[in-house]
């Protein structure tokens, strides 16, 4: 009924009817083709045979769980100007579901109760200031009548918090900013007034960030919520508190009470981060036996590549260790609970390699825990890349404060480096000892969210476009089937009529497709779908279309045909504006502009400045570019497409 099925996120499902011993008759049930070009991140909810599915544009479906019929569809309408906002894809990670009502929360920032009978939404409240660049990807939590929303645009200058609305109402119950704001204005309450002990200059200018994009958990014996806080806002920390500090509480885990949202402890992950280090990644709550002793802990393993756990009832580090290579710390100091860090991590304006990158060892994918084999099962991915500081920042135009431009040389060695080291695996990992008990490599990273089911059985979908079933104890392939897709969402698993269903959303993007280099060009894939397996299951998914199994030829780029002064200030423009879905110097990201088609240089004002493709999250930039700059900006990509037609 929830996203990790229970308040402690574990994604472990009791149900075993399908199992290690026969999982190999898995078969497609049914499927749904899923009308979107981007990436599907959410886990459906299955509430009494019925199952709430979300997609891009927040559209919300309920399906019949056993044949996948239709029940209803409800489409919250959002402004597709906020497709500009979401970093990293226009998706949604999920729904709660209490008492007969259906939440979601939209990429404008509403957070909606629906009838889950109908489909009709019944309250709606505007969750966050829309003059600031907030969006909302992360799925909300229901508990004991409250519903708890935080929202992401830390990338874009905000200021992170999160919200409890009454369930029944949506009247605000409470809200907890996770960083200090202007000190003039007052702080909100004492926690802020600590953090901003941790800060320097004007740093509220700037937003600070620490948006709370994705994972809570709670605890009801306890009556504590924990909350998972992101990057700083700009990414470069010279830039947002430039004599340094801790900057609390960015890349954070916070327990907040329950009921009134005070802030109860915390735990940060990376003090001062500047790598877009989010400890936003899930929280796994589990009763493990550590040193003799049972101990109520906290599991996270974050974008930053240690494996933490805490005791939840005290915030104490009980251990942390590395589940990924990565070179911004050495280790975690146990008597300060704080990284050793790697000095030449900090960087300036000439550019360092640093691991992971912004794409995390482990991010929003979600792990699972099995109280059966004591292990958490993991995507991790071996990421690389370079960051300097940008050579100024103006908190009034935004941007990260942190430069990809001009300094090729060193960016090509980095990236050569990147794709030469850039792995994907599924880790089993140990969370009481502390290390892998075993892994199941991939041929490159990418691969998606997990479950984990008392059948002894692990689900994942993989960058090899398929869904796969691996013992849990052990991590034996047992059963994949090519689904024409990468589902990089978690699985679930259900009952209807005393029968078990496993489910997962099959549809690539999200961050990864949107920011790094594309090394993912020869992915053959279908639209998404909602796949629904189960034993004996016959469906079939029609063939993939011939066109679409074949790597598409390339046209030639135009011939260079601006200025230098135009292509220049084309390249500024294209830095502070499109690089961050575009890859930077316009290599890769969601769409290789180096390789558009003819027909897309003929249309390409009416992409940018009239939002010709703006349901494919691709928004209008006429407010801030002017035809002109738009021209330049082409140049910029035209220039681009011809220095690297001979390496295409
Ligand atoms: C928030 C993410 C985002 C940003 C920022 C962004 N784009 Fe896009 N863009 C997209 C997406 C998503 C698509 C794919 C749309 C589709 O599949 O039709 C796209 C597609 C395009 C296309 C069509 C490419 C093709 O080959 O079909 C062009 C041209 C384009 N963008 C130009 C730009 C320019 C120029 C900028 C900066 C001013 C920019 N984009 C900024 C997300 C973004």
């Given amino acids: 009924m929830a996203p990790g099925r229970t308040y402690d996120e574990q994604r472990f499902s009791p149900l075993a009817q399908i199992n290690a011993g026969n999982v190999q008759r898995l078969g497609l049930a049914w499927y749904a083709d899923i009308n979107t070009e981007r990436g599907m991140e959410a886990s459906p909810l299955a509430i009494d045979g019925v199952l709430y599915n979300v997609q891009p544009w927040n559209l919300v479906t309920a399906y019949d ?179 340094g500090g801790d900057n609390l509480f960015l890349a954070s885990i916070v327990a907040l009470d329950a009921d009134t949202g005070d802030y109860r402890w915390h735990y940060q992950t990376t003090p001062g981060e500047e790598w877009d280090y989010t400890a936003t990644q899930q929280m796994i709550l589990a009763d493990l036996q550590i040193g003799g002793r049972t101990r109520k802990v906290l599991m996270q393993a974050p974008k930053n590549g240690f494996f933490y756990v805490l005791d939840r009832e005290t915030g104490e580090l009980i251990s942390a260790e590395m589940f990924a290579p990565i070179n911004w710390a050495s280790g975690i100091d146990k008597a300060t609970g704080r990284p050793i860090e790697n000095p030449a991590v900090r960087y300036g304006t000439t550019p360092v390699l640093v691991s992971p990158g912004a794409g995390g060892a482990h991010n929003w994918n979600p792990m699972a825990y099995s109280p059966l084999t004591h292990l958490v099962y993991l995507p991790v991915t ?181 200025t230098a002064e135009q292509v220049s200030r084309g390249e500024q423009l294209y830095a502070a504006n499109c690089a961050l879905c575009h890859g930077v110097a316009a290599r890769g990201g969601v769409k290789d502009l180096r390789h558009m088609a003819p027909e897309t240089h003929e249309a390409f004002l009416d992409i940018v400045l009239r939002g010709a493709r703006a349901r494919n999250g691709m928004a209008s930039f006429a407010d801030v570019l002017t035809p002109a700059e738009a021209e330049a900006i082409h140049h910029y990509l035209i220039a681009r497409a011809n220095a690297d037609w001979d390496s295409r």
């Fill in 65 to 243: 769980g056993k044949t996948g019929k239709v029940l209803w569809t409800y489409d919250p309408e959002v402004p597709l100007r906020f497709g500009r906002l979401a970093c990293c894809d226009i998706v949604s990670r999920g729904l709660a579901a209490w008492k007969g009502k259906i939440y979601v929360a939209t990429l404008g920032g509403r957070l909606i109760a629906l009838d889950a009978a109908t489909g009709k939404p019944v309250w709606s409240v505007l969750t966050v200031d829309n003059s600031k660049s907030y969006t909302i990807t992360g799925a909300p939590r229901v508990f004991d009548g409250k519903v708890l929303i935080g929202n992401g645009g830390a990338e874009m200058g905000v200021r992170g918090y999160v919200t409890a609305y009454d369930a029944e109402t949506g009247r605000q119950i409470w809200r907890w900013h996770t960083v200090p704001g202007n000190p003039a204005d007052g702080f909100e309450n004492a926690a802020m007034e600590l953090a901003a002990k941790t800060w320097t200059g004007e740093w509220w200018t700037a937003g600070g960030g620490g948006t709370v994009w994705d994972s809570v958990s709670y605890d009801p014996a306890l009556n504590l919520v924990y909350v998972g806080v992101g990057n700083g806002s700009p990414w470069a920390r010279d830039w947002r508190s430039a004599g």
């Fill in 382 to 562: 071996e990421t690389y890349m370079g960051y300097a500081k940008a050579e100024s920042f103006d908190p009034a135009k935004g941007g990260l404060g942190t430069s990809f431009t001009g300094f090729e040389a060193e960016r090509d060695a980095i990236t050569r480096y990147a794709d030469a080291h850039s792995r994907g695996w599924l880790s089993a990992w140990d969370p009481v000892r502390q290390r892998e008990a075993w892994r199941v490599p991939s041929p490159q990273k990418g691969s998606g969210g997990v479950l984990a089911t008392a059948g002894n059985l692990v689900f994942e979908g993989t960058i090899g476009q398929t869904f796969a079933a691996y013992r849990a104890d052990t991590g034996e392939k047992l059963w994949e089937m090519p689904v024409q897709q990468v589902p990089i969402a978690a699985p679930i698993t259900y009952t209807v009529d005393g029968e078990q269903y496993i489910a997962v959303n099959a549809g690539w993007g999200g961050g990864l497709a949107h920011v790094e280099r594309s090394a993912y060009t020869q992915l053959f894939l279908s639209k998404p779908r909602l796949l629904v397996f189960k034993l004996g299951g016959t469906a079939k998914l029609p063939p993939m279309p011939a066109a679409s199994m074949q790597v598409p030829e390339l046209s030639p780029p135009p011939a260079p045909n601006g």
